[in-house]
Structure formats: structure tokens, C-alpha cells
């Protein structure tokens, strides 16, 4: 398998800017998703290294060989797209071999690479069928399957689940991983879903209007985000920021929530008390996510503040309830027996251990 290597990998179209020389190493082997919002270059990353577009500055390595100039069919690479682009009068088999005749594959070769990607995908049965007759995720498995029949040094995948309904995208997310467990290819995949990426990849590269955020394996990235945005993005609901202020309490260091001098004081962690000291007086973003926004947990040393609650939001197992912290929206993830009624208050239980200091003039966390 290959290992991909971009330096400093620039595009440009005209004054836009859209990637804005990143550096990212892929091991051999290594299944890395590219994650983020519309716009942010994931997609134009994945199409450069795959040769679909020019590089305007900066270098792509494939097993140390730069590559820039090398045709797409010569790089050896298969891509996934997120449309499937079967051809509707071809069996399953024909789609899967169309591109390995085309290459000029022997054709003893093709039967066997052809039936062996469908046995791995569970398409055995179904290589007699055309597109019409399959599901989405038998679609999907077959665009899978005519990139696997062409044994590449890697796979780019760009967003193929998206398309597909909530059940599948689970469904096919599984396969996915499992494959790569049996095969061990590399892969490079994008997705706006930050729970594929979360649930796929080996690790995660978080990218913001052209730039790379942060690269980590997903529950690294998790717990240590390095920025607002990358804490923002990851996890759902999504982490809550709420204005608060450093200050001294006794001989260690607390936040005061909100904006003013009459918000709940709350002891931080004693390990961090000398990192956010440097801070005191200054204005910041503690950011904490809901599902450490709780009811009094027994195992859990949280800090209570009292308010009332705005919204309720059942999800079976538990509750979102959102209520406000000096003007500021926050959500909590609440056992459901523990939720009182809209308009009611109740105590909230902030897991300081897990909250986040982050400097809102430069948007990284402390």
C-alpha cells in the first residue's frame, strides 16, 4: 500500500485561494478522513492527489515519487465518488470489469479480481443484476467494488455515503471499516459528517477555509481540541461556549460565567490552575460539551449552577435542555427522569475536568 505525502499543496482559482498549503503525511496503510464544513478544501485536496485537478503550488508524493504531473490513470490510485456513476445498461460484473478492460487487464484476470471484490463486499449473488435492481448501499458496494478490482496503491473516497438514507450510511460506515481491517489499504476520505469521521478513521484532519485546524486520531481530537473551531466541529450537539472571566479563588484559579461581576464562580481543575493563571482578569471561552452538562451524577465531582430551563428535547435515553448562562445559550445532555418542565429551574452539574479554556482573540484553547 502507498503512503501519501502533500508539502505545502496550494489551489488556486484565479484570486480565490482554496487550499492553502497544507502538509499531511498518510501512512501506508493508514485510513485518514478529511472532515469540515462546505468550502473548505477537503474535496479539492482529495481531487489534486487523485490528478482530477492541477496543483498550483506545492508537491504530491506517492511512495516518494512526486506526482504532480502524472496522469490520473498512471498514479495507480481509485476513487469513490459520492455519485456512483454506474452504467444503467451493464450487469453488476460488467460495471465492476469495465474499467479493467479498458486498462487493457488480460482477460483471465478479470473474472478473478471481479469475483473476488464481490465476495468481499457480499455482491456474489448479485453480479447477474443492473443498478436498477439494486439498493443504495448495493450501489454503493459496486462503485466500491470496480475500485477494488483495479488492486491500487490507495482508495480516495469523496463523501460515497452521502447519498445514501441514515439507516445505510450506518450500515455502510461498518462495511467500510471492516473492509479496511481485512485489506489494510490506504485510504483517504472525505466527508462533512463529522461522525463517519469520527467512527472510521485512524486519524482525523480537520480542515477550515483552506487550512488544516488540526490533525489527531478522533478521540484525541475529542478531548484535545487545539482550536475553537476543531471543539466546535467535533462531537454532537456541539460543544457549548459560554463568556466567562479568569479569577482568583482562595490560593487557586476559577471562571466566573458571564459577562459581569455576579456570574457562578467555578474552581477549575487543580492541574491547569498555573496554565490559566497567566490569564487572570482577561475575558475568555469556557467550552464544555452537553454530555458534560448533567443532573448530580454520583461518580462525578461536578460544579452546580442553577437555571431555568428553555427547551426540552427528548431523545429516548436521554434529554437535551437547553437553558441560558448570561445570555448565552447551553446544552445539557439529562437523564430523562432527572428533566424538569419548560420554565422551571433545576440544577445543572459542569464536569470541570472536561471543560476547555480557549482565548477568543486568536481562537485557540489554552
Given at each position: 500500500?502507498?503512503?501519501?505525502?502533500?508539502?505545502?499543496?496550494?489551489?488556486?482559482?484565479?484570486?480565490?485561494?482554496?487550499?492553502?498549503?497544507?502538509?499531511?503525511?498518510?501512512?501506508?496503510?493508514?485510513?485518514?478522513?478529511?472532515?469540515?464544513?462546505?468550502?473548505?478544501?477537503?474535496?479539492?485536496?482529495?481531487?489534486?492527489?487523485?490528478?482530477?485537478?492541477?496543483?498550483?503550488?506545492?508537491?504530491?508524493?506517492?511512495?516518494?515519487?512526486?506526482?504532480?504531473?502524472?496522469?490520473?490513470?498512471?498514479?495507480?490510485?481509485?476513487?469513490?465518488?459520492?455519485?456512483?456513476?454506474?452504467?444503467?445498461?451493464?450487469?453488476?460484473?460488467?460495471?465492476m470489469a469495465f474499467g479493467l478492460r479498458q486498462r487493457g487487464t488480460p482477460k483471465a484476470d478479470i473474472p478473478r479480481r471481479v469475483e473476488n471484490a464481490?465476495?468481499?463486499?457480499?455482491?456474489?449473488?448479485?453480479?447477474?443484476?443492473?443498478?436498477?435492481?439494486?439498493?443504495?448501499?448495493?450501489?454503493?458496494?459496486?462503485?466500491?467494488?470496480?475500485?477494488?478490482?483495479?488492486?491500487?496503491?490507495?482508495?480516495?473516497?469523496?463523501?460515497?455515503?452521502?447519498?445514501?438514507?441514515?439507516?445505510?450510511?450506518?450500515?455502510?460506515?461498518?462495511?467500510?471499516?471492516?473492509?479496511?481491517?481485512?485489506?489494510?489499504?490506504?485510504?483517504?476520505?472525505?466527508?462533512?459528517?463529522?461522525?463517519?469521521?469520527?467512527?472510521?478513521?485512524?486519524?482525523?484532519?480537520?480542515?477550515?477555509?483552506?487550512?488544516?485546524?488540526?490533525?489527531?486520531?478522533?478521540?484525541?481530537?475529542?478531548?484535545?481540541?487545539?482550536?475553537?473551531?476543531?471543539?466546535?466541529?467535533?462531537?454532537?450537539?456541539?460543544?457549548?461556549?459560554?463568556?466567562?472571566?479568569?479569577?482568583?479563588?482562595?490560593?487557586?484559579?476559577?471562571?466566573?460565567?458571564?459577562?459581569g461581576d455576579d456570574g457562578d464562580v467555578l474552581p477549575v481543575p487543580a492541574d491547569r490552575a498555573a496554565r490559566y493563571a497567566r490569564h487572570s482578569g482577561?475575558?475568555?471561552?469556557?467550552?464544555?460539551?452537553?454530555?458534560?452538562?448533567?443532573?448530580?451524577?454520583?461518580?462525578?465531582?461536578?460544579?452546580?449552577?442553577?437555571?431555568?430551563?428553555?427547551?426540552?428535547?427528548?431523545?429516548?435515553?436521554?434529554?437535551?435542555?437547553?437553558?441560558?448562562?448570561?445570555?448565552?445559550?447551553?446544552?445539557?445532555?439529562?437523564?430523562?427522569?432527572?428533566?424538569?418542565?419548560?420554565?422551571?429551574?433545576?440544577?445543572?452539574?459542569?464536569?470541570?475536568?472536561?471543560?476547555?479554556?480557549?482565548?477568543?482573540?486568536?481562537?485557540?484553547?489554552?
Amino acid at each position: 500500500m502507498a503512503r501519501i505525502v502533500l508539502n505545502a499543496l496550494t489551489k488556486r482559482y484565479g484570486d480565490a485561494v482554496a487550499v492553502r498549503g497544507i502538509d499531511l503525511e498518510v501512512a501506508s496503510g493508514e485510513f485518514v478522513v478529511l472532515v469540515g464544513p462546505s468550502g473548505c478544501g477537503k474535496s479539492t485536496t482529495l481531487r489534486m492527489v487523485a490528478g482530477l485537478e492541477d496543483v498550483t503550488a506545492g508537491d504530491i508524493l506517492i511512495d516518494d515519487v512526486r506526482v504532480n504531473d502524472v496522469p490520473p490513470r498512471d498514479r495507480n490510485i481509485a476513487m469513490v465518488f459520492q455519485d456512483y456513476a454506474l452504467y444503467p445498461h451493464m450487469t453488476v460484473f460488467d460495471n465492476m470489469a469495465f474499467g479493467l478492460r479498458q486498462r487493457g487487464t488480460p482477460k483471465a484476470d478479470i473474472p478473478r479480481r471481479v469475483e473476488n471484490a464481490a465476495a468481499t463486499l457480499g455482491l456474489a449473488e448479485l453480479l447477474h443484476r443492473k443498478p436498477a435492481q439494486l439498493s443504495g448501499g448495493q450501489r454503493q458496494r459496486v462503485a466500491m467494488g470496480r475500485a477494488m478490482v483495479r488492486e491500487p496503491r490507495a482508495f480516495l473516497f469523496d463523501e460515497p455515503l452521502s447519498n445514501l438514507d441514515a439507516k445505510l450510511r450506518v450500515q455502510m460506515r461498518a462495511e467500510i471499516k471492516a473492509l479496511h481491517g481485512r485489506m489494510r489499504s490506504t485510504v483517504l476520505y472525505v466527508t462533512h459528517d463529522q461522525v463517519e469521521a469520527m467512527t472510521l478513521a485512524d486519524r482525523i484532519v480537520v480542515m477550515n477555509g483552506g487550512i488544516v485546524e488540526q490533525v489527531a486520531p478522533p478521540q484525541d481530537m475529542y478531548e484535545r481540541p487545539a482550536t475553537r473551531f476543531v471543539a466546535g466541529f467535533i462531537g454532537s450537539p456541539a460543544m457549548n461556549f459560554i463568556p466567562c472571566s479568569v479569577v482568583g479563588e482562595g490560593s487557586g484559579v476559577a471562571v466566573r460565567l458571564g459577562n459581569g461581576d455576579d456570574g457562578d464562580v467555578l474552581p477549575v481543575p487543580a492541574d491547569r490552575a498555573a496554565r490559566y493563571a497567566r490569564h487572570s482578569g482577561q475575558t475568555m471561552l469556557l467550552g464544555i460539551r452537553p454530555e458534560h452538562v448533567t443532573e448530580r451524577r454520583a461518580e462525578i465531582d461536578g460544579k452546580m449552577i442553577q437555571a431555568t430551563v428553555q427547551v426540552v428535547e427528548p431523545l429516548g435515553m436521554d434529554t437535551l435542555v437547553l437553558f441560558e448562562v448570561g445570555g448565552t445559550s447551553v446544552c445539557a445532555r439529562i437523564a430523562p427522569a432527572a428533566v424538569r418542565p419548560v420554565g422551571e429551574t433545576m440544577p445543572f452539574f459542569l464536569h470541570m475536568d472536561r471543560m476547555h479554556l480557549i482565548d477568543p482573540t486568536t481562537d485557540r484553547v489554552i
